[in-house]
């Protein structure tokens, strides 16, 4: 059973920037894509920024140019790092683990990211 741990949500200003960590408990990056979801309040949970086992990476038309999704595999982590953050980023962000198959196998606990001033 893989764990993931996502960690780094915060109260932030609009403007500002955060970085989201998630904490794999093995070594999966060569077997499953991993994304980031978020969800807002009263919202559905949507794709925020993917990346396949091969690096490619993919990006939600509202986050292109602000968020950028990375990996460390010798540290089992995923990252988003999130610039110019504004308001309507405010949700909790989930990373997850997707096979090869598209199907989404893994789910974190979820990370909250607030946007205020």
Known sequence: QVQLVESGGDLVQPGGSL???????????????????????????????????????????????RFTISRDNAKNTVYLQMNSLKPEDTAVYYCNAKNGFGIIRYWGQGTQVTVSS
């Not at 999966?28 to 978020?38: D, E, H, N, T």
């Open 19 to 65: 970085r989201l960590s998630c904490a794999a408990s093995q070594n999966i990056f060569s077997i499953y894509a991993m994304g980031w979801y978020r969800q807002a309040p009263g919202k559905q949970r949507e794709l925020v920024a993917d990346i396949t086992t091969s690096g490619s990476t993919n990006y939600a038309a509202s986050v292109k140019g």
